[in-house]
């Protein structure tokens, strides 16, 4: 039995798709015009939306900022994971429809004498980062955060924390900080509407761990970027240590060294031993998925844990965090102010 040309069909689609060339698919934007872009950088990936109108006449072709890390990129390279498999699966349903209505045709000619029981099936695996939210846009709508770049105009909105306009890179460090506390703020404000969203209890349980680390997280990193450029204003030849700024001990001294006062003189001892605790459950969340070490209990005295067990950061020491942060910046740029 020779059934020679049995996939004849199937293989003349296929010579066909070679001369599909561009297949285009259509991303569409929000209902308030604005579109999601996501950062290329591995270590970042951050997710961010922009005003269209902006995308098209103020971001230039070669160079976006990523709002969060600066990261630099040429207009292509901004696709979210979501819009990428969108394009996917639009074009392979073009292309499938081609193929499967010829492989159906062969296959009925094949299967005119056999058992009519043949299946295809396609798969697409979708690669999920794990620091990303994933929410239902009612959730998601409170927490973001619009912004308006002072320097270029772009409206750009993100979830937590923004540093630097997607059009201009422009990075004012006392509005960014600021700004990101704001969305840090909204963030938690908004986990009563989470809870209402999500009934799932695992999944709601870890969408807020998620919400209240991530808060934390941006609030150091708020507060590390917000005197590491003030900083840089009042003493621009003494080189600093990468991270100095997330070590509160560390940066105390060189604040002391440049305008005479450190950190006790602008919070008192108590609060300084909060801070510092939350500074260290941050270097915890970063660097051992919130695994309490030795280091840890050594530096923070915390009588609550056992090294190997995981912290619990509540929602109340974020926002106390937050505000003694924010004590901190404000003193740093009255004392930077008097100086100059
Ligand atoms: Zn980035
Ligand atoms: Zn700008």
Redesign the pocket.
Known sequence: MTKNGMFDGTIKALEGLTKIGKISVSIQDDEEDYFDRECPSEDCLFQFKILSEDWKN?VSDEAVHCPNCGHVADSDKWWTKEQIEHAKQVALAQISSRIFGALRKDAENWNRNQPKNSFISMTIKVDNTPRQISLPPAVIDPMRLKIT??????HYAVIGAAYF??????NSAEQQFRLSLNGIRQSLNALDDVRAAISDKDVLKNTILLIVENGLQNAVTAFQRCVEAKYCEVDSTTKIRRNAFQNLAEGSQIWKDVIGKGYDEFISADDLFLLKRAFQQRHLLAHTQGIVDENYLVKTNDQRYKIGQRIVVKTEEVLACLQLVEKLVEAIILECKSKN
Do not use: E, L, N
């Open positions: 103020k770049c002072p320097k270029c105009d772009c306009c997607p059009a201009c890179g422009h």
